[in-house]
T-cell receptor, first 114, second 116 residues
Framework: AQSVTQLGSHVSVSEGALVLLRCNYS??????LFWYVQYPNQGLQLLLK??????LVKGINGFEAEFKKSETSFHLTKPSAHMSDAAEYFC????????????FGTGTLLAVQP | GAGVSQSPSNKVTEKGKDVELRCDPI?????LYWYRQSLGQGLEFLIY????????KSGLPSDRFSAERTGGSVSTLTIQRTQQEDSAVYLC??????????????FGPGTRLTVL
């Protein structure tokens, strides 16, 4: 069965610093992977997705993620954090079956310090 | 509408009461999903609709939970005899639902349910 693990439930960075949020997956089939962001009291917004095309995926708001099969990882990065990036980030894997339901990690809460 | 909408945004109820949560998906999206977000369990899948059919109900936690979808559009999630452990944010998502394609799920803002 597919699963994802997010290391670090809380990450704090300074404004302008590199953002690195970690996600490792487990999948018996080629995975489809997603990063979603959730701002306070809002729903989930798609940042980017990997669907077996390019391994480096660029998303919205300057975020990108690299699919590394050898490391079973799909870490999210942004070169320079902005205060508006403070939110909770979820990595998810699609189950690949007929339903395409998403299986989420436990989330990483990103704080950005001025 | 432009996005997925859910109502109510907040619902406070007493233990033992029934509640109905509504989801309006993006027009033309045939696939609809319900998820639950709670402190103890994180984000978990509840049920999947393709059109008006629900081929995957595997995430419904008990027989107190049911859902339906009518006209290939609006969906209602019903929780009977609510319990305190049902307190959570219930999220709805929709996608195009094209067979063989892993398309993007678009989420609504959620309904925050509090059971007293």
């Amino acid at each position: 069965a597919q699963s994802v693990t997010q290391l670090g439930s809380h990450v704090s960075v300074s404004e302008g610093a590199l953002v690195l949020l970690r996600c490792n997956y487990s999948s018996s089939v080629p995975p489809y992977l997603f990063w979603y962001v959730q701002y306070p009291n809002q729903g989930l917004q798609l940042l980017l997705k990997y669907t077996s095309a390019a391994t480096l995926v660029k998303g919205i708001n300057g975020f990108e993620a690299e699919f590394k099969k050898s490391e079973t990882s799909f870490h999210l990065t942004k070169p320079s954090a902005h205060m508006s990036d403070a939110a909770e980030y979820f990595c998810a894997v699609c189950d690949g079956g007929a339903t395409n339901k998403l299986i989420f990690g436990t989330g990483t809460l990103l704080a950005v310090q001025p | 509408g432009a996005g997925v909408s859910q109502s109510p945004s907040n619902k406070v109820t007493e233990k033992g009461k029934d509640v109905e949560l509504r989801c309006d998906p993006i027009s033309g999206h045939t696939a609809l999903y319900w998820y639950r977000q709670s402190l103890g369990q994180g984000l978990e899948f509840l049920i999947y609709f393709q059109g008006n059919s629900a081929p995957d109900k595997s995430g419904l936690p008990s027989d107190r939970f049911s859902a339906e979808r009518t006209g290939g559009s609006v969906s209602t999630l019903t929780i009977q005899r609510t319990q305190q452990e049902d307190s959570a944010v219930y999220l709805c998502a929709s996608s195009l639902g094209v067979a063989g394609l892993v398309d993007t799920q678009y989420f609504g803002p959620g309904t925050r349910l509090t059971v007293l």
